[in-house]
């Protein structure tokens, strides 16, 4: 599939960019992580889009995804979750999309999306501890160690800032990202060709 961006790829990138908004405004609660970070399955669209139509196309939706939330529900952590959210959709979109070019089979399908899987989980170690998480503390006029406690009543394992994103953050991104996955690899064979009818 070409990756250039003609009139009718333009109007799915806005299709998709639209259900993702959605998808993220749908956002809900885990019981494996405070209550402030929400789960959602914006990424869907996403992996479907570039999938079809490439990586930049995925990165339009994304950026898309972003401004159209904002626009509908704005942000409740000045802009930092929508930033935290963009930043992991890439992180899982693009070596999910360049890795299934070179392996454009079935089985590429599954290994692009788990390795996007994995390297996401693992910028979000990182991304939580050095960015999220003190930037959540300063916005709420929490200190870390409330934030820790809010891990630790749902864990008695976690008792500081490594364990916290070890076990609360590490597995909600494994889960979040592998159920995205798992949905994809059953239906994109079908929703792909209702996809390309678009575009053609």
Partial sequence: MSNKLT???IVLIGLLGAVSAVLMI???PVPIVP????????ELPIILGGYLMGPVAGSFIIILKIIL?????????????????MIYSFCYM?????????????????ISMTIGTLITSA??????A???????????????ESIIGAGTAINPAIHDLFTLMIFCMLPFNLLKYGIVSLVTF??????????????E
Wanted: net charge positive.
């Fill in 35 to 42: 209550g402030f970070i929400k789960m959602d399955f914006s």
């Fill in 186 to 199: 059953l239906v994109y064979k079908r929703v792909n060709r209702v996809l390309k009818n678009i575009i």
């Fill in 26 to 28: 749908l956002e809900f």
């Fill in 130 to 144: 050095y960015f999220t998480f003190p930037a959540y503390a300063k916005l709420f006029g929490m200190s870390m």
């Fill in 7 to 9: 009139t009718k790829k």
């Fill in 123 to 128: 910028v979000s170690i990182f991304a939580n």
């Fill in 69 to 85: 939330k904002l626009i509908f529900k704005g942000t409740t952590t000045v802009g930092i979750g929508e930033i935290s959210n």
């Fill in 94 to 110: 693009l070596p999910s999309v360049l890795l299934y070019k070179k392996l454009h089979t079935k089985k590429g399908a599954a």
